[in-house]
């Protein structure tokens, strides 16, 4: 019972929560998502790795119901990401995106 307290009042500060990251928290979406996450350190490659495959797992998660076709859920999916990336105060997390897109052009 007190666990679902806890997570209840956590759903209702995620939503006033700001879209750059603070405090662990970073946003996906139109202020749908939030993830929430301190142990994440976003100033090592490990770390950006570790806080993009969260992102793009947020970004499944809001597309899976919008689409019924696979190819417009991945639409979704790269738009979603591609925005989160672009929003404000989101430098760590199109160092992760920059990275990723790198290493999959080299390794062609």
């Not at 301190?38 to 806080?51: E, H, K, N, P, Q």
């Not at 790269?78 to 390794?107: C, F, M």
Request: glycine residues 4%.
């Amino acid at each position: 019972m007190i666990k679902f307290a806890a997570l209840a009042a956590v759903a209702l500060i995620v939503p006033a929560m700001p879209a750059a990251a603070k405090d662990g928290t970073w946003q996906v979406g139109s202020d749908q998502m939030h993830i929430l996450d301190s142990r994440i350190d976003t100033t090592t490659a490990a770390g950006r790795v570790m806080l993009l495959a969260k992102v793009e797992a947020a970004a499944r998660h809001l597309c899976r119901d919008k689409y019924d076709v696979t190819s417009d859920r991945d639409a979704c999916v790269a738009e979603t990401i591609r925005q989160t990336v672009a929003q404000p105060g989101q430098s760590r997390l199109a160092l992760a995106y920059a990275e990723r897109n790198a290493a999959r052009l080299a390794s062609r």
